[in-house]
């Protein structure tokens, strides 16, 4: 089927090798792209990306001929209004008709619901308890889409009327509109004043991760508001959004990265010398290669694990990843993949003599897929060739015994984002401080 898209198609069990002989079942369309699928003996559940947020339907079995979605009458389960990150529970018999579902959003915490595909009901199952909240800030929303004649609407806790949650969409400097999810205190966030951290990864069709995270509310109640930029390169839509940000147009993800950034401070969500980064194993590459592009405008960043040195890294390929990322990113043993790695490769790109922002970069020695020397070199690098006095404020923390991704346990975990967001606070308590003694002597 000519389609760049994941579509559905169905044949006889015999014929499963024989493309001949498979019938399409569902096409994407404008308004949806298909993410995932689920299969039971009376059901077929979808997971779609629907204008742009995610989405989850039941279809009943057997479909027999193509026809048109709506044809099928699909039920779409009801979710909370907010936009939130789906994830497929504990569904592991065949033959029930109830799917379990992991609902969750930066403004409420994980609420795992079973919905019953037969009667069209649902039923919350539990809900993570959040300590140190006080209840009075815990709302509760209707559900969307409720289909089910009868019967009262189901509602979410959440913390809504604490902390607000906005998609606002950014339009690139080529038209195309970025999602950008800002997070922030009702209460502690004050307009063109406060701190702001803007996380990015842009890679692998994967998804970021805005799922409620109870460490976020130490930044939030300082007044910080928190982004999240779902540049291209990563996951949200249909297939077209990664590849328009991977390969021969990985910069795309980039300039989708910087815009979003200024459009915190433009819009006044952020003071302008206020706007720091943070970017985890392919993201670094995304925040590493904004820094080269403006430095001026991050006051600070965290790169965790990064992936920094891309063309010396790609030009390995006894590395266990190299082949792999040949399709990410391109074969720098082609001329013109090369000459495009080269140059936005955060490890090459680093300028000479200019300031660059207070960064920490964490390492692990024993981590399989980016090397602890890719973030060493950088570091080094960038204390050489850039202002002596900002070479200072860069980071280097490894851990020698974890791996990609840490393997330090829950405290271990709370540890690193104690660390990591005293970082942040420091170098923004420094800049603060210089924003205020400069007013000083204005007046």
Known sequence: MPTEDYYLAKCRFEEVFSSANWQTVI????NF???DIDIFNGHLVLFLNKNGSPAICSLNLPIEDQMEFQCLNPWFFPLPSDCCDIAPGSNHDFMTSVYRVVLSSPVMP??????DMSSHKFSIVHQEEVLGIS???ISCSPANDVTTENEMPKIWKDFSSKYNCERKEVISDDGIAIPLTVLYSRKAWKRDQSPGLLIGYGAYDVNLDKSWCSDRLSL???????AFADVRGGG????????SGSGLCKRNSIYDFVICGKYLVNEGYVHKDLLSAMGISAGGLLVGAAINMHPNLFCSAVLKVPFLDVCNTLLDPSLPLTILDYDEFGNPEIKSHFEYILSYSPYDGILQRVCYPSVLVTASFHDSRVGVWDASKWVAKVRDRTCSNCSQSIILKTNMSG?????CGRFGHSEETAYEYAFLMKTMGLIQNMVKREGSKIH
Not at 27 to 30: H, M, R
Not at 236 to 243: A, I, M, Q, V
Not at 403 to 407: L, N, T, V
């Open 403 to 407: 791996g990609h991704f840490s393997d």
């Open 135 to 137: 209840s009075n800030y």
């Open 220 to 226: 939030l109640d300082r007044g910080w508001i928190i």
């Open 27 to 30: 096409l994407p369309s404008e």
């Open 236 to 243: 949200g839509g249909d297939n077209s959004w990664h590849k």
């Open 110 to 115: 994980e609420i795992i619901v079973d919905y």
């Open 33 to 35: 792209s298909l993410q």
